[in-house]
């Protein structure tokens, strides 16, 4: 639902906030997407901002309350999530 201005009202988003790490930058973001977004949504929408196409971000890890979660997992209002890329060493 979108109002008049084109703007979804409160109900219908979340928030979530982001810290990158590694390459993805330092950083944190407050991320705002459509209510019942999943992690995979949160990746598509962070990504242009990255300077990169969505599927560079698959093999990212998203760790909530410090357990990794899945991509397909539904994002909840406020919650506190951490992007770390993948470790290749040898």
């Known amino acids: 639902m979108v109002d008049d201005a084109g703007v979804a009202p409160e109900s219908d988003t979340l928030t979530v906030h982001v810290r990158l790490s590694g390459r993805l930058g ?10 019942g977004g999943t992690v995979a949504d949160l990746l598509a929408a962070l990504a242009p901002g990255l300077g990169l196409e969505p599927e560079r971000l698959a093999g990212v890890a998203v760790a909530s309350a410090g357990e990794v979660v899945g991509h ?9 999530l951490v992007l770390v890329l993948p470790v290749a060493g040898g």
């Not at 944190?28 to 459509?34: I, M, N, P, Y």
């Not at 397909?72 to 506190?80: F, K, S, T, Y």
Request: charged share 35%; glycine share 10%.
């Open 26 to 35: 330092p950083g944190r973001q407050a991320v705002r997407l459509a209510a």
């Open 72 to 80: 397909d997992r539904p994002l909840r209002d406020g919650e506190a």
